[in-house]
């Protein structure tokens, strides 16, 4: 048990909100970070504060250095940092590259790997011991698709976690000497809503017959490693990439 905050971006639902109830049950305070759905990050924090937690909703657009620094600053009124999650990410519709927009391309990146990497390092700021921090953990939520390349369905979505995990491996490193541990998640097809915001809410069930377990994973599967990876029962596992996808 720790009485440290976690800090986990798109908290309010899927994977994040998932991570957000395991979190608390070990103890972490969480900030809840949410872009527009304040109504689940509420939902969210109640659900914790009924099994006697402690967490807060925080509105952070990821793809905003402003949003962030304030999410950090209302992370920093709540308690000492230990962990984040760099959870907040996005997919587009399925198309092919040669008819994306650049704003597609550039929200893409602006969201999953600019705000992974801004809030990486807010949190390096407080946990880093050679900043008189006390040391802490950064999960990173990549994907099967950088393995993948998800080609005529989004490239681009894909190329984005293919650099969230270089930057898992190269800040693993960067900070391996000062406390702080840095891993990717790479989930396979979860059940969540993020397939009907790219607009197809049955994607991860039409494909689950590709999957070697044959069956798409859930939101506590993908917590349930996060919160490992967050414990100190994974004080020796950093630059490291698990992939929790039923074999995908
Ligand atoms: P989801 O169900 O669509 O939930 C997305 C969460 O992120 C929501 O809490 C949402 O907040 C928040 N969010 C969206 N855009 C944001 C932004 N610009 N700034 C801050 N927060 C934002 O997604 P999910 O399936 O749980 O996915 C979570 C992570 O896992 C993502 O990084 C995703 O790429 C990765 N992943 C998912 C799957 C899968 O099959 N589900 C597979 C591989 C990887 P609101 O509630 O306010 O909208």
Same mark, same amino acid.
């Given at each position: 048990?720790?009485?440290?905050?976690?800090?986990?971006?798109?908290?309010?639902?899927?994977?994040?909100?998932?991570?957000? @109830?395991?979190?608390?049950?070990?103890?972490?305070?969480? &900030?809840? /970070?949410?872009?527009?759905?304040?109504?689940?990050?509420?939902?969210?924090?109640?659900?914790?504060?009924?099994?006697?937690? *402690?967490?807060?909703?925080?509105?952070?657009?990821?793809?905003?250095?402003?949003?962030?620094?304030?999410?950090? *600053?209302?992370? =920093?009124?709540?308690?000492?940092?230990?962990? @984040?999650?760099?959870?907040?990410?996005? &997919?587009? +519709?399925?198309?092919?590259?040669?008819?994306?927009?650049?704003? $597609?391309?550039?929200?893409?990146?602006?969201?999953?790997?600019?705000?992974?990497?801004?809030?990486?390092?807010?949190?390096? *700021? $407080?946990?880093?011991?050679?900043? /008189?921090?006390?040391?802490?953990?950064?999960?990173?939520?990549?994907?099967?698709? #950088?393995?993948?390349?998800? +080609?005529?369905?989004?490239? =681009?979505?894909?190329?984005?976690?293919?650099?969230?995990?270089?930057?898992?491996?190269?800040?693993?490193?960067?900070?391996?000497?000062?406390?702080? $541990?840095?891993?990717?998640?790479? +989930?396979?097809?979860?059940?969540? %809503?993020?397939?009907?915001?790219? /607009?197809?809410?049955? $994607? #991860?069930?039409? @494909?689950?017959?590709?999957? +070697?377990?044959?069956?798409?994973?859930?939101?506590? %599967?993908?917590?349930?490693?996060?919160?490992? @990876?967050?414990?100190?029962?994974?004080?020796?596992?950093?630059?490291?990439?698990?992939?929790?996808?039923?074999?995908?």
């Amino acid at each position: 048990m720790t009485d440290k905050v976690v800090v986990i971006t798109g908290g309010s639902r899927g994977i994040g909100r998932a991570a957000a @109830l395991a979190s608390a049950a070990r103890g972490f305070r969480v &900030v809840v /970070g949410y872009v527009s759905n304040e109504a689940a990050a509420k939902e969210v924090v109640s659900e914790i504060e009924r099994k006697n937690g *402690k967490a807060i909703a925080v509105k952070c657009d990821v793809g905003s250095e402003a949003d962030i620094l304030a999410l950090f *600053k209302a992370a =920093d009124e709540f308690g000492t940092l230990g962990a @984040l999650v760099n959870n907040a990410g996005i &997919v587009g +519709p399925s198309i092919r590259v040669e008819d994306m927009s650049a704003e $597609r391309i550039q929200r893409m990146m602006a969201v999953n790997v600019t705000g992974s990497i801004l809030c990486a390092r807010e949190a390096v *700021k $407080r946990m880093s011991t050679r900043n /008189g921090g006390a040391g802490g953990a950064i999960v990173n939520l990549s994907s099967v698709a #950088a393995k993948l390349g998800s +080609p005529s369905t989004y490239v =681009d979505y894909a190329a984005s976690k293919g650099a969230v995990d270089s930057f898992t491996v190269g800040l693993g490193h960067e900070v391996a000497g000062e406390g702080i $541990r840095v891993v990717a998640i790479r +989930p396979g097809l979860i059940d969540t %809503e993020i397939h009907a915001s790219g /607009g197809e809410p049955d $994607r #991860a069930h039409r @494909l689950a017959h590709m999957v +070697p377990m044959k069956r798409v994973g859930t939101a506590d %599967e993908i917590a349930n490693a996060i919160v490992w @990876l967050i414990s100190d029962e994974a004080s020796y596992v950093t630059s490291a990439i698990l992939d929790v996808s039923g074999g995908r």
